[in-house]
């Protein structure tokens, strides 16, 4: 029975062979009860291990069904660029004005599918884990981000893959150091990932049909995120430009660019507005997700 922990009634409970006692209840408390939000935190912090472990083995499963394995990994980033590349670079001539294009359009698209993964894969996180849900108790966003540390683990190949890829086109150029930079972007990255997932991993878990909707918005954000054109060379609009620079993703794949193609450093503010709203986004969704709490164990 699911009683409030505040009661102090006591419960009549009748025995197979007719006798009764009575049992204080004053102790008892909800199941899946929404916690304060420190103690909730401390809880996903305790559950590390299981986030750990649970992403590792998901991760090491992935694509086993399959006769190439994890050689998609590889495959599938560089099948997308080619596609886009002739769609975009050849017959749209994006491509003008742009040097190594191959390696431009490689990461942007690699990378944004990082930064978009939160948005187009957490609609079936918390339907999908309704048996775990049902059964222990637990702080369900655990199961959102270690679908998020999952994804961490998954993009390591296949952002190394592009990296190599678009500098095999400017090897006249040699490396620079600011390759390393590359590192901590992409933890943001995936920290910001895992905050939109937390929003969305609520909102779908109640409305499902919203999944349909983000499959257009995530279009929409891909095209506005610079993944195949330079802004500069289609609007000199001062107003549109300050628009574009405050889409993270934007901003994450100039800074990515930057790093590996153009061998500078991102500047200071660049740096400041990625690191803001990458850690704002985590935690914004985590008390969004965290506000729901009781009404997961219901999802139907």
Same mark, same amino acid.
């Given at each position: ?7 102090d009634?006591?419960?009549? &409970?009748?025995l197979a062979?007719?006798?009764?006692i009575?049992?204080?209840d004053?102790?008892?408390a ?5 916690p304060?939000f420190?103690h909730?935190? &401390?809880d996903i912090?305790k559950r590390r291990?299981?986030i750990w *472990?649970?992403s590792?083995?998901?991760?090491? @499963?992935?694509?086993?069904d399959?006769? =190439? ?5 590889v495959i599938?980033? /560089?099948?997308?660029?080619g596609v ?7 017959? =749209?001539?994006t491509?003008h004005?742009?040097?190594n ?5 490689? $990461? ?5 599918g990082f930064?978009?993964?939160g948005?187009? *894969?957490?609609?079936?996180?918390v339907r999908?884990s309704?048996s775990?849900? %049902?059964?222990?108790?637990f702080p369900i966003a655990?199961?959102?981000i270690?679908a998020g @540390?999952?994804?961490f683990?998954e ?5 190394l ?9 400017q090897?006249d150029?040699?490396l620079?150091? @600011?390759?390393?930079l590359v590192?901590?972007?992409y &933890?943001?990255?995936?920290?910001f990932?895992?905050g939109?997932?937390l929003?969305v991993?609520?909102l %779908?878990?109640? =409305?499902p049909?919203?999944k349909? /909707? ?5 279009r929409?954000w891909f095209?506005c995120?610079g993944v195949?054109?330079?802004l500069?060379?289609? %609007?000199?609009n001062?107003?549109?430009i300050y628009?574009?620079h =405050?889409?993270p993703?934007? $901003? ?12 500078t450093?991102?500047?200071i503010d ?5 690191m ?12 969004f997700?965290?506000? *729901?709490e009781?009404?997961?164990?219901g999802?139907?």
């Amino acid at each position: 029975m699911r009683k409030d922990k505040d009661s102090d009634l006591a419960t009549s &409970v009748r025995l197979a062979k007719g006798s009764a006692i009575l049992v204080d209840d004053a102790g008892l408390a909800p199941i899946n009860a929404r916690p304060q939000f420190k103690h909730y935190v &401390v809880d996903i912090w305790k559950r590390r291990h299981f986030i750990w *472990a649970d992403s590792k083995g998901r991760q090491a @499963t992935r694509h086993q069904d399959l006769l =190439l394995g994890r050689i998609w990994d590889v495959i599938n980033p /560089l099948l997308n660029a080619g596609v886009y590349g002739v769609l975009f670079g050849v017959l =749209l001539k994006t491509s003008h004005g742009i040097q190594n294009f191959i390696g431009y359009l490689v $990461l942007g698209v690699v990378f944004f599918g990082f930064i978009s993964h939160g948005l187009t *894969a957490a609609g079936s996180v918390v339907r999908g884990s309704k048996s775990l849900i %049902t059964s222990f108790n637990f702080p369900i966003a655990s199961v959102v981000i270690a679908a998020g @540390t999952r994804h961490f683990m998954e993009s390591i190949v296949p952002g190394l893959v592009s990296i190599i890829f678009a500098l095999g086109f400017q090897i006249d150029k040699g490396l620079s150091w @600011t390759i390393i930079l590359v590192f901590p972007l992409y &933890v943001l990255i995936h920290i910001f990932s895992t905050g939109v997932m937390l929003f969305v991993a609520r909102l %779908t878990a109640f =409305l499902p049909d919203l999944k349909s /909707l983000l499959v257009v918005v995530n279009r929409a954000w891909f095209y506005c995120s610079g993944v195949f054109f330079e802004l500069s060379r289609f %609007t000199s609009n001062e107003v549109l430009i300050y628009i574009f620079h =405050l889409n993270p993703a934007f $901003l994450f794949l100039s800074a990515i660019r930057d790093c590996v193609l153009y061998q500078t450093i991102p500047s200071i503010d660049v740096w400041g507005y990625l690191m803001v709203v990458s850690f704002l986004t985590f935690g914004f969704g985590l008390i969004f997700f965290w506000q *729901a709490e009781d009404r997961y164990v219901g999802v139907k």
